[in-house]
């Protein structure tokens, strides 16, 4: 249902935002199903018929979180003809960052950009950190706090993976997705409209690195434990994905006068074709809108939405002026959506 914010979200904006360009970047090897079953007990059928994920991208030992991100950032700059110094802020969405708390891995992406003039920061929302950083650049840019904003989704997932545990290793890979955000708009009507963000951290544990921040620091013993690594309740996220999903569809089309048909692409977190078929199901949705790419990439947690945008944009799937919803869902438990014209 609408929250209060809505009232807030419908004031009349200074400027409006719009998507200008997309970049995105994954590491060259590339690990197929058949080479996880070497390492535990599973197979590519059992991860293939569950998920719908046959690959995942693996970055390189030292590799980081802002490693991907410039990459991915370096090609969304030069689509969009913007030069780093005209960039006011850098979000990165991240649950990988290169250092745990400080510095933001924004920060080292502004200073390998060279962007002398952009305020930095990293936003934690896990799977819905892409989603959370549209609107927060959307903020940013109706407000006139900022002209451009440069923002990525960045994960390193295979460092935090617990590599023995097969219920979650086998559904994450990484990859950074990045857009550049602007003040403005297209002769087709490009423009961010709506967003709309959830959170239940009720959930908090079912999706979590439990070790490692000042809740439950360190200690000798754990630095060897699971606990420093990702766990999940794979069943109780996937009963709190598909309603989340349909929930964010169904407002962000209900608030603003449209339906389903109005449509051209939902473009949802990539984590599991079975949540996106199922809510599609439940709520009586095309499933041929709604973009999938997870067989390639697996999870990739905050970089999964703007690596699908790319893919769709390079692919000639997106064309400027086509209506398109957002989906993220996942850790904290967070969920929400964006509504744009492309
Ligand atoms: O961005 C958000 C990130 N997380 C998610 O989106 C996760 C959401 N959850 C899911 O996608 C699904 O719950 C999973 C893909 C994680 C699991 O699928 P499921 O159909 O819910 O399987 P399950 O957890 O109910 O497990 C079924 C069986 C179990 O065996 P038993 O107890 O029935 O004998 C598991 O031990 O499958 C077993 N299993 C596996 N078998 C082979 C779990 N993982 C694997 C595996 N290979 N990798």
């Known amino acids: ?17 719009y998507v200008r360009s997309t970049g995105a970047y994954v590491p060259p090897r590339r690990m197929s199903n058949d080479e996880l079953a070497q390492l535990v007990d599973t197979s590519d059928e059992w991860i293939f018929s569950h998920t719908g994920i046959r690959y995942r991208h693996i970055a390189a030992e030292g590799v980081a979180a802002s490693d991907l991100a410039v990459e991915a950032a370096r090609i969304a700059l030069q689509r969009a003809a913007i030069e780093p110094d005209e960039i006011d802020l850098i979000l990165v969405a991240t649950s990988t960052p290169d250092y745990l708390g400080l510095p933001a891995t924004a920060c080292i992406v502004q200073d390998r950009l060279k962007a002398g003039k952009a305020a930095a920061m990293d936003l934690v929302a896990a799977c819905t950190g892409f989603v959370y950083g549209l609107q927060t650049a959307r903020a940013f840019v109706e407000s006139g706090a900022a002209r451009t904003v440069l923002l990525i989704g960045s994960e390193v997932y295979s460092q ?18 990045a857009v550049v955000v602007s003040a403005g708009q ?3 009507g490009s423009r961010i409209i709506d967003g709309a963000l959830y959170s239940r951290g009720q959930g908090a544990e079912s999706l ?3 070790a490692g921040g000042s809740r439950r620091p360190l200690t000798e013993d754990q630095r060897a434990s699971a606990e420093c690594f990702l766990s999940m309740d794979g069943r109780s996220v996937y009963n709190f994905a598909v309603p989340a999903l349909v929930e964010t569809i169904q407002t962000l089309l209900q608030r603003n006068s449209l339906s389903f048909d109005d449509l051209d692409w939902v473009v949802p977190h990539q984590a599991n074709v079975r949540i996106i078929e199922a809510a599609a199901k439940r709520a009586g949705f095309d499933p041929k809108k709604f973009f999938t790419n997870i067989a390639e990439y697996a999870n990739t947690s905050a970089a999964s939405v703007p690596i699908a945008l790319d893919e769709m944009w390079r692919n000639g799937l997106l064309k400027r002026g086509q209506t398109i ?5 996942g850790g904290g438990l967070t969920y929400g959506g964006n509504l744009l014209v492309w």
């Not at 249902?1 to 935002?17: G, I």
């Not at 023995?164 to 990859?175: M, P």
């Not at 919803?325 to 869902?329: A, E, P, R, S």
């Open 186 to 188: 297209t002769a087709e």
């Open 325 to 329: 919803i957002t989906v993220g869902f």
């Open 1 to 17: 249902m609408p929250h209060n914010y809505n009232d807030a979200n419908r004031m009349k904006p200074q400027m409006q935002a």
């Open 160 to 177: 935090i993976i617990n590599w023995q545990d097969r219920n979650s290793c086998v559904l994450f890979g990484d990859g950074a997705g």
């Open 208 to 210: 979590a690195r439990l």
